[in-house]
Every structure is written in structure tokens, then in C-alpha cells.
């Protein structure tokens, strides 16, 4: 599919009055932090931004997985329209000619560069996407080899990759190896990748600031809190263990889709982690322990990367947006990780702080998409709107947060019951290994439930589930993806007044609400 865009031509021959633009990207980023109301989270750094700038505390990605999340977030597109699905195939292979947003902002003159993980892996679009590369080294800073700092968790890695790419060849490296969940180690912020590409970016930033005439666009991708949960001892230490809230909806919805919840892949594949069963409780403290270690280590980063932008004097002219590919659940309905079409995996972190914006300090609870942080830019900096974008600027939220906006939000993902935790198709290598017996668990639950329409192909393949988030509901409907007036295989309903964790799904016996609020969902995902 091609994509045409007509540019403003003022919008180069004035640049250089653009403001800049900081977009700052978290991965598996849940809003557990303290401008959200976590009451443990120690994120003082994003609890600034917040308190300067626009909190939105309803804002959901497209579906909650990296690479469709963020290829729709990039290019304004739905993950229906882009086709991308699951991290197996790149955006390009699909989309060849869409125009991205950094490429865009390239067009109307600016000077475009990322450091981290602003792109899923693959889908980087060097050359094309952005103008100039970053700083690749720093005096006296070394960069980290391995994903942990530790050499016996490195090695223990890389055994256990050795093992399964002797057994499996390639495929091995699709998720079926990893080392350790975790690591607490007595560190410099520098020696994981997060600090380091912050002190990368801080030097790009530096270097864009004294391009005379060109705005700059600068992405800033960290990869934590996504797996490995790898942290300096310091940020450890800002939790007791013991004071940890964990989660309180730890059981599947009641009368939820038996194919709405996975087990758990994505964590069960690191060393360490029962290949089977629950989660123990210590373990489970633990886990949360990291990744709350992580998010305050990523926040550190954050105070950094502001501090500079202030130190080069650009911080009054620079736009500052921040938001995550999507949630995670830390065992909530008894699930770890991503990957489901439930509010936990859906709903993300999101804030900005403009110039000129007249609400700071202020937390909005309008329905927003990620899809929308494209054209929300583009108004912002004056550009042109691509015809393509599927989502809505938010740029009126930012003076009068509290005016009526959307009517919904959507999100969709594929079967996450019986799809590998990157939501590809499940493999040879997947059935064979530790996950085989949890795939089988788990597909007899879904044969039980769903009876004479179980089909193999269908679910496996091709069933979809669509999920729309008004104020109040929250459907998910479980679909056959080639065939859009397809009758729904299972329909969820989740009331947010009565029931906020979404415990019980009450589809049954809200039978008109439901055809209601099918009619929406239906339009939703033909029109803007």
C-alpha cells in the first residue's frame, strides 16, 4: 500500500523557529510510579515531569507487544492497517513506502538521531528515518558487553543458548534461551545499556544543539523494565523487600476467554524460573522487587537526560513526550509479562510538557491511543498532517484536559494462549521444550470452554481479539482475523465502575450492551 503526503513548504524555510522535540520511549513500562499513585515506586524524575507538564492516566497502546506497538505508534497507523502482528517480520517488509514520524520531521527540516530503542530491533529505518547518527562512543565511558554485568550470568546465558542452537539450530534464538531474570550488581549506571546510551544521547543532544538553523528530533529508547530486570545495587536498595505491595488479582477473570491469558513464556524462558506451576510468593517478591529497581534506575536515566537539555539551554524550546509501548502484568490474573487485551497489558504510561501548553501539573483521565502521539506532534510543530494517520492530536487536552474527547480506545492481539510471547505462531522448538506441557494445559482449557467451534487452525492461526475501552466498559471479542463479519468465537465485557481489575466478565448477561457496544467497536476500526 502506498502512502502519499503533501508537505507545507513554510515548514522547512522557517525550521529553524520549530521547537525541538525529546521523545523519550519506555519499554514494558507499566504506570507503576509515584505521579500515577504507586505508593512504593521511586520515580522522582518522571514525578517532576508530570508536575510540569500533562499526566495522562488513561492512554493505551495499539497492542501489547513491542514491535506492532511501536510500529503503529511510528507511523500513526493502526497495527490492522500496517498488517504487523507480531516482532517477526519488520515494518518495511510490509509497509515500504509509509511515511514514519522522525521521517516526517526530517522532511520539514529537522535533525532527527536516536540512541536505544525507539524502533523495535529491525525495523531501526537508518538513513531513512533519521538525518544523522548518534555518538557511538565516549571517552573514558566503556561500553557494556553482554546484557549483564556479571560474568557468570553472561556465561550462564550463553551455555544455555549453546545448548538449544545445538538442539534447534536458529530457532533457538526465537525465545527458547536466556540467562537470569534478574541482577543486582555493584555497578556504575554505565555498565548496562540503559545509562550508557543515556550518556550517548546526552552527547548526540550536545552536538544537535549547534546545528545552526535545524531543529532537532532526538529519541530516547530505554530497554528496561523489559526483561532482564538488571539494575545498579543503589536502585535495589531504595525498596524493603518486605513493604512491596504485590498483586491483589492474582486469578483469571471469572467467565473470562480461556485463550485471554498465556502462561507466563516470556519470564518462563529465563534460568531460574519454574518451567511449570505458579510463581512461588518469595519468588514473586523478587521479581517485583526488580523490576521496580529497573523502573527507578530508568527514571535516573530520565533526570539525566532532562538535566542536560537544560544544561544546553534548549530546555524552554524543546517539546518533552514520554510514554511505553504498552503495560505488563506482574502476576496479575496469575500472568507475567505482556500480551493480552486486558486493561494491565493495554493501558501505559504517557505524559508530555510543551512550551506553551496553559495546564501543568495537571493528570487527565480522556480516553488517548498511542496512535496519537504523531499528529499531536506534527500540530505541535506546526507540520503538515499525513492522510494515513489513523489517530487524533491531543493537542486541545493539553489547555483544557478536562474537555469531552474520545468516545474509545482500541487494541487488538492474536490468540496469546497459544502464540509464542512475541505473538508469532508457536513453533516445533516451543511444543518440544518446558513449554510443551503448558501449551497443552492451556489448550484443553480452551477445548473445554469453547466445545464444537474448538479449530485448531483458526486458533492457532487466525483468531484475533479486538478490545475497545470506553469510560466505563471494556469488550474484548475474540474473532476469526480473516473474515470481518465473522461472528465472534467468545465475547468479554468488563464493567470499570463496578469492577476496575476486570475480576468477571459480564458479557452473558448484558446481552444489549453488548450489541451496543459491538456497533462501536465495528465502526472504530473503519473510521477515525
Known amino acids: 500500500m502506498l502512502f502519499v503526503v503533501t508537505f507545507i513548504c513554510a515548514g522547512i524555510v522557517h525550521a529553524a523557529d520549530k521547537p525541538n522535540v525529546l521523545f523519550i520511549a519506555v519499554d514494558d513500562l507499566r504506570p507503576e510510579l509515584g505521579c500515577y499513585g504507586s505508593p512504593i515506586a521511586v520515580t522522582p524524575n518522571l514525578d517532576a515531569l ?12 495499539q497492542q501489547a507487544i513491542c514491535r506492532p506497538s511501536r510500529a503503529s505508534l511510528m507511523t500513526g497507523a493502526r497495527p490492522e492497517t500496517t498488517g504487523l502482528f507480531h516482532n517477526y517480520v519488520s515494518l518495511r517488509e510490509l509497509q515500504p513506502e509509509i511515511l514514519t514520524l522522525p521521517e516526517h520531521f526530517v522532511a520539514a527540516g529537522y535533525e532527527a538521531a536516536y540512541c536505544g530503542k525507539i524502533f523495535h530491533q529491525g525495523d531501526t529505518d537508518e538513513g531513512r528515518s533519521w538525518s544523522r547518527d548518534p555518538v557511538r562512543f565516549i571517552k573514558g565511558i566503556k561500553k557494556p558487553i553482554g546484557a549483564y554485568a556479571l560474568p557468570e550470568n553472561n556465561k550462564l546465558k550463553a551455555d544455555n543458548m549453546r545448548k538449544m542452537l545445538s538442539k534447534y539450530g536458529e530457532a533457538a534464538r526465537l525465545g527458547l534461551a536466556a540467562g537470569p531474570a534478574y541482577e543486582k550488581a555493584n555497578v556504575p ?26 531543529p532537532f528530533f532526538l529519541g530516547m529508547g530505554y530497554k528496561l523494565p523489559h526483561l532482564n ?31 485471554g491469558l498465556h502462561a507466563s513464556f516470556e519470564l518462563r524462558t529465563r534460568s531460574g524460573i519454574p518451567k511449570t506451576g505458579p510463581i512461588d510468593p518469595d519468588l514473586s517478591r523478587t521479581l517485583k522487587h526488580a523490576y521496580l529497581a529497573s523502573v527507578s534506575y530508568v527514571d535516573a536515566q530520565i533526570g539525566k537526560l532532562i538535566e542536560a537539555l537544560e544544561n544546553a539551554d534548549v530546555r524552554d524550546n524543546t517539546i518533552i513526550v514520554l510514554w511505553g509501548d504498552h503495560g505488563w502484568h506482574l502476576g496479575d490474573m496469575g500472568v507475567w509479562g505482556k500480551a493480552t487485551n486486558y486493561e494491565i497489558a493495554t493501558r501505559v504510561p ?31 510543530a506546526g507540520l503538515s498532517v499525513p492522510e494515513h494517520l489513523e489517530g487524533d492530536s491531543f493537542v486541545p487536552l493539553l489547555d483544557d484536559p478536562a474537555q469531552p474527547w474520545k468516545k474509545a480506545a482500541f487494541s ?22 518446558w513449554f510443551g506441557p503448558l501449551i497443552k494445559e492451556v489448550e484443553s482449557r480452551i477445548i473445554d470452554q469453547q466445545g464444537d467451534k474448538w479449530d485448531r487452525e483458526l486458533f492457532e492461526e487466525h483468531l484475533m481479539g479486538y478490545t475497545m475501552r470506553t469510560d466505563r466498559y471494556r469488550l474484548v471479542q475474540w474473532r476469526d482475523h480473516r473474515d470481518s463479519s465473522a461472528k465472534p468465537v467468545f465475547t468479554e465485557l468488563f464493567d ?14 448484558n446481552q444489549e450492551l453488548v450489541r451496543e457496544l459491538t456497533d462501536q467497536l465495528q465502526a472504530g476500526f473503519v473510521s477515525r
Open 496 to 509: 470499570h465502575q463496578n469492577d476496575p481489575n476486570e475480576t468477571k466478565n459480564i458479557a452473558s448477561e
Open 50 to 61: 508530570a508536575s510540569e507538564g500533562l499526566l495522562f492516566n488513561r492512554a493505551y497502546c
Open 412 to 433: 487488538q492481539y492474536p490468540n496469546p494462549a497459544l502464540r509464542e510471547w512475541a505473538a508469532n505462531p508457536l513453533s516445533q522448538g516451543m511444543r518440544e521444550t
Open 229 to 259: 530486570w538488571c539494575a545498579p545495587s543503589k536502585y535495589w536498595d531504595l525498596y524493603d523487600a518486605d513493604s512491596i505491595p504485590m498483586a491483589t488479582e492474582v486469578d483469571a477473570p471469572d467467565h473470562g476467554a480461556a485463550m
Open 189 to 214: 549506571d554505565t555498565a548496562y545499556l540503559d545509562g550508557y546510551n543515556t550518556q550517548l544521547a546526552i552527547e548526540t543532544m550536545k552536538e544537535m544543539v549547534q546545528v545552526d538553523g535545524k
Open 350 to 380: 504517557l505524559m508530555i510538557w510543551t512550551p506553551n501548553m496553559k495546564s501543568r501539573g495537571v493528570t487527565t483521565d480522556a480516553l488517548v491511543e498511542l496512535v496519537d502521539i504523531y499528529p499531536t506532534l506534527c500540530e505541535l
